[in-house]
């Protein structure tokens, strides 16, 4: 053990004073390896060994792999599969580093990069990935003026290569008020290009097919609405940043959005992690701001709970990533929502969503605008293949 000591401060003081010219040497490899043995099961150790190691501009495959397996004992699969991917680098060829990034990705419920990784280790994809159902209402506490909302939605997950998947989807809205009454068709196509381990392209398009009766003009209306949207994610280490843009025509109303996306993983696997949101929107020439942070944690062993907050204070808009569409008549001022996600077993899911969002149908005169809520309960199940 005093030997192993001995080493490990030799070692840091060659670090340390070691020009950073000639750090990159034989030598130096092996005694950082020979001090990487000598730590063994101490993580924390090999973690700060490795960081310093790196700083000195000392840099290679099997200290990389090191730091990864080090941070994959610790739990923290966020940070491994960073350090899996730095290695993955050096040798690309390297099943170790693969195995590894896939494994991490698949624990941090990142699939579309696990699916990516798969074909590298002789694994074939599945072409049905997951199949949701998902069905609520949406209870109004004006029901003399505003009734309520019933909702259903069934989508499948598909994987054509390694590189792309879709999400084809169909929902049903249906809501009855004083002033109209509206039945909703809408189809939705997604598509997720995995470019690399890290980098993502998605596309989304709705088509939203809405059947108005008007009940104080008397006449029935068929409204054809659309969304098309686009998005870029980049995950670094605990960070995933991304761009997301989109258009649209909703009830009538001409829009486009811009918005950004920064997630972080506190704890640097699935147990925390944090979002935020900002859109800026335009509408008809007329500009909102809409933001919605939200924050995930894992309450239980297989119950993860997701929070959430949107102040949007306009009509129609679109979120999370451009691909979720809220086109309704009536002002959205803001909305709660806290999600229940429960693993029941390895390959399905059962969710549980409530949703409080205040709204207020807009007459023109502000004196006379009703303000009204929604408490919103969805229950869905997704069957993973």
């Known amino acids: 053990m005093f030997r192993q000591l001995i080493k490990i401060l030799f070692l840091l003081f060659c670090l340390i004073f070691e020009k950073e010219a000639s750090a990159q040497t034989q030598g130096t490899f092996k005694r950082l390896n020979d001090a990487l043995s000598a730590l063994d099961s101490n993580n924390k150790a090999i973690i700060a060994l490795g960081k310093l190691a790196i700083s000195k501009q000392v840099d290679y495959y099997y200290l990389r792999m ?11 699969t966020q940070q491994a599969f960073y350090q899996f991917h730095k290695a993955y ?23 579309a990069v696990s699916n990516y990784l798969k074909p590298r280790l002789g694994i074939p994809n599945k072409p049905i990935q997951k199949i949701y159902i998902e069905t609520g209402t949406k209870l109004s506490n004006r029901t003399d003026s505003i009734q309520n909302t019933y909702i259903a939605h069934a989508g499948i997950l598909l994987n054509l290569s ?9 929902t049903y809205c249906s809501q009855k008020s004083s002033l109209y009454d509206v039945i909703q068709h809408q189809y939705m196509g997604l598509a997720n290009l995995q470019l690399n381990t890290s980098t993502q392209l998605k ?18 209306q068929r409204i054809n609405n659309f969304t098309e949207a686009m998005s870029i994610n980049k995950q670094i280490s605990n960070f995933n940043i991304g761009l997301n843009a989109a258009i649209g025509r909703l009830n009538k109303k001409e829009q486009w959005q811009l918005g950004a996306i ?43 709970i997701i929070t959430n907050y949107t ?4 009509t129609n808009y679109i979120e999370q990533e451009g691909f979720i569409v809220n086109n309704n008549y009536d002002l959205t001022k803001d909305k709660y929502s806290v999600l229940f996600n429960y693993k029941t077993a390895k390959n399905k899911d059962l969710y549980l969503c409530y949703q409080f ?11 006379i ?5 929604f408490n919103t309960i969805l229950l869905g199940y997704t069957l993973k293949n």
């Open 311 to 314: 102040y949007a204070n306009t």
């Open 162 to 170: 390694r590189y792309l998947e879709t999400y084809q989807a169909y």
């Open 203 to 220: 596309f989304g398009f709705s088509y939203l097919y809405a059947e108005v009766d008007d009940h104080l003009l008397n006449e029935s």
């Open 262 to 304: 920064l997630n972080y993983t506190v704890t640097g696997n699935d147990k925390l992690s944090i979002q935020f949101n900002p859109i800026l929107q335009n509408q008809n020439d007329e500009f909102k701001l809409i933001y919605n942070p939200a924050v995930t944690f894992k309450a239980f062993r297989n119950l993860w």
């Open 89 to 111: 680098l050096f040798d690309p060829s390297s099943q170790y580093a693969i195995n590894g990034m896939q494994y991490c990705a698949m624990l941090n419920g990142q699939n």
């Open 369 to 373: 605008n009703q303000n009204y809520t």
């Open 66 to 76: 090191k730091i990864g397996e080090a941070y994959f004992k610790l739990g923290k």
């Open 357 to 367: 969002e205040n709204k207020q149908r807009q007459f023109g005169f502000p004196e």
